[in-house]
Each structure stands twice: as C-alpha cells, then as structure tokens.
C-alpha cells in the first residue's frame, strides 16, 4: 500500500476491514489497490488523496462493488450499532423526560 502511495488512512480503514472479519487479507488485491490509487490520485497535488476514497472503501473490499461511489447498501455492523445506541439512548432521555414533566405537573396541581 505504501508502494502504491496510498494514504495511511486508507490503509487504516483496509486494516479495520479485515481485523473486524469483514474481509481477509486474499480479498486485498493488487488490482483493487490500484483502483484505489486511480480513483483517488490529484494531480493538482500529484499525490493520492484520503477524501475521494475514504468512504468507499469498504464498497469495494467488503460489499465486493464494482461502481466506484454509490453508496446503496446496507450500513456496517458499526453504523448501525451507533445509530440504535443513540436511538436507544434517546428514547431513555425521552422516557425519562416525560416521567420528570408529570411529576412536576403533579407537584404543581
């Protein structure tokens, strides 16, 4: 990845892929990597950039994607797992809200 000048937050994003068993190591081919080079490079900057790749990586390496950018798939296991830990927390503030109001009502009557 390095050879490939792939920015390490890339490389960081393939790692948790595949540390989180959503991918292995065999799924990381040198064709795929060099789209990531492709798809990312500047050459304004002549370098290869984080932001234009960053979000399809796990596209391309855990959904097996071929188009580049569409993101129309269900969230990972970690999206999810944060979005139903705040719902969850937010109904508790609101369960809890609503408990304190009908005391106050009640104390106020």
């Not at 580049?68 to 705040?86: D, I, L, M, W």
Request: hydrophobic share 35%; with cysteine; charged share 25%.
């Amino acid at each position: 990845m390095d050879e490939r000048g792939l920015p390490w937050g890339v490389q960081w994003e393939v790692a948790r892929l595949v540390s989180r068993g959503h991918c292995t190591w065999e799924d990381i081919s040198m064709p795929r990597l060099d789209r990531l080079r492709e798809e990312g490079f500047s050459h304004d900057h002549d370098t290869v950039l984080n932001k234009p790749i960053a979000p399809y990586i796990e596209d391309l390496f855990r959904w097996n994607k071929q188009s580049f950018g569409h993101r129309h798939q269900r969230p990972s296991k970690e999206v999810r797992a944060t979005v139903c830990y705040n719902c969850y927390c937010l109904a508790l503030y609101v369960n809890h809200l609503s408990s304190l109001l009908v005391t106050l009502a009640r104390v106020g009557q």
